[in-house]
């Protein structure tokens, strides 16, 4: 037996145990390669299926860690995007850490605001059916310009867009885009701005006035001079350096709005509804005055859903990777807000109008609120609900006037090449502020004239977004597509032009004196 095995062990081949190469199968265990059959044994050299030469290829060689290197490198650094030096120090990208919840509480405090107010004005005039069918279409078409808009901050690669104006000129043109897009985005600011300062500093009055009763009746501030007092706490908050710093603003704003939306429509239905309500439309005397009322009416309904001129600017404030682009936190936070603003504006004006119908006066259900139920209602409700609106005021001027600020500067830095100082800085918000105050103090029925508002912007909103789709991505021509967008833009700029002339109509025909509210 011992001379068999010894005969076996001398027929074996001698050949070292490295020279039987391995392979790495499923399983994860090795296992020798397969043998060449040649004459029956095995042989000792392998053969690769494919040969390549080493120099040939970067594997296992300096050049793939350094193209791997070069790549997570990219991936956290993001798009390769070429930065403005000029952009770190302007309010609107001056900081970039912002998330998905920023996005939502920007989105909320632009959204929801005095603006759903009157919703149950434009129902007076639609009836429930128009009513509803127009709010409900608004709501989707602006949702989809969102998500345009969204889309559409870096469209191009290596590029952010970061204002509404810049993406106008990439779609327009350099002096088109300008021409478009810098007045209705600087009206619906500024415009905006002037109407809160008119509306939280009626509000601040109505509240003075619950809270102290009967015991403040010697020296009472007028209605300018609270205008005055809401001017000048706008303006020590706007302060605030960058669109970033003031989320906490945006998050008072966007909770204070919802909360006094909330209350509105409650209380309005919780009281016995007035007498002689009706729900038909408001009667006119001729069919132009009811055509132009109609209108105006379906302009109310389009300044509802303002705050698309801030879309790219709340965006750009966001960190931008290949892996993490800013537009997923971005559309995160927009659904989110835009959930939130439905159930604010729907109940608003669904129960508004139940509660009133076309008894509703034209500053809106807080104005009817305070007519129809003040003896009703307890006076630290009221008092609480004007507070809130006061709160959300003072946070929507923020907002909206951040981009205007950033015009300012970016003048500024422009000129002189370098950023703003403190004093510069502060010099501009508070000369912004008080030209809103005058202009408001001049023109006290900007408040009123929410249809000339969603007029004159809703190109901005509805059609401006989808010819931009269309000129920057180039969907194929005659496509679905294509006409879709196409269609809903012209039907924007048409709408836009209809509802300048039923808001103008509208405020020639109330003799310019129209106020957001008229206590008895």
Request: net charge positive; glycine share 8%.
């Amino acid at each position: 037996m011992e001379e068999r095995m010894e005969t076996e062990l001398i027929s074996i081949p001698a050949t070292p145990r490295a020279s039987t190469p391995e392979i790495l199968t499923p399983s994860g265990q090795r296992s020798p390669r397969p043998m060449s059959k040649e004459g029956g044994k095995s042989s000792t050299a392998w053969t690769p299926t494919s040969f390549t030469p080493r120099f040939l290829s970067p594997i296992g060689t300096p050049m793939k860690r350094v193209l791997i290197n070069m790549k997570g490198y990219l991936e956290e650094v993001g798009h390769l995007t070429k930065l403005n030096p000029q952009d770190a120090w302007l309010p609107i990208t001056e900081s970039r850490n912002g998330n998905a919840h920023y996005a939502a509480f920007h989105n909320l405090n632009a959204g929801v605001g005095f603006q759903a107010l009157v919703l149950p004005v434009a129902f007076s005039f639609l009836g429930w059916s128009w009513g509803i069918v127009s709010l409900t279409i608004a709501y989707f078409w602006q949702l989809y310009t969102l998500w345009i808009l969204v889309q559409l901050h870096e469209a191009v690669p290596g590029k952010r867009y970061n204002r509404y104006v810049e993406l106008a000129q990439a779609a327009f043109g350099e002096r088109l885009g300008v021409w478009l897009a810098l007045f209705p985005t600087v009206y619906l600011s500024a415009g905006t701005a002037t109407a809160l300062i008119l509306i939280g500093g009626e509000t601040m009055k109505l509240f003075f006035e619950l809270v102290c009763g009967p015991l403040c009746t010697s020296n009472p501030l007028t209605t300018i001079e609270w205008y005055l007092v809401f001017t000048s706490l706008c303006i020590v908050l706007s302060q605030l350096p960058n669109l970033n710093s003031i989320a906490g603003l945006s998050l008072i704003g966007a909770v204070t709005a919802i909360f006094y939306s909330t209350m509105v429509w409650v209380l309005s239905v919780s009281q016995p509804r007035p007498p002689n309500i009706s729900y038909d439309p408001v009667p006119l005397p001729s069919f132009s005055a009811s055509l132009f009322s109609f209108l105006n009416a379906l302009g109310i309904i389009a300044f509802a859903f303002r705050g698309h001129n801030l879309v790219l600017e709340i965006q750009s404030t966001m960190p931008s990777t290949f892996k993490h682009p800013a537009h997923v936190p971005m559309w995160k936070g927009a659904k989110a807000a835009y959930f939130f603003i439905a159930l604010c504006l729907f109940p608003v004006a669904i129960g508004g109008y139940w509660a009133y119908g076309n008894l509703m006066p034209s500053g809106g259900i807080l104005n009817a609120l305070f007519v129809f139920h003040s003896q009703d209602i307890s006076r630290g409700l009221l008092a609480m609900t004007f507070l809130l609106v006061v709160f959300s005021c003072l946070s929507g001027f923020q907002i909206y006037s951040m981009p205007v600020f950033d015009s300012f500067e970016a003048s500024y830095t422009s000129r002189t090449n370098r950023p703003c100082s403190v004093w510069v800085r502060s010099g501009f918000r508070v000369v912004y502020g008080f030209i809103n105050f005058f202009i408001g103090v001049a023109l006290p029925f900007l408040s009123s004239i929410a249809g000339l508002l969603g007029g004159l912007t809703l190109p901005v909103t509805f059609a401006y977004p989808c010819f931009m789709w269309v000129l920057i991505k180039k969907p194929a021509k005659y496509s679905f597509n294509w006409y879709f967008n196409w269609t809903l833009g012209w039907l924007g700029i048409a709408f836009s032009l209809a509802f300048s002339i039923g808001g103008i109509w509208s405020m020639v025909n109330s003799g310019l004196k129209l106020k957001f509210f008229k206590p008895n």
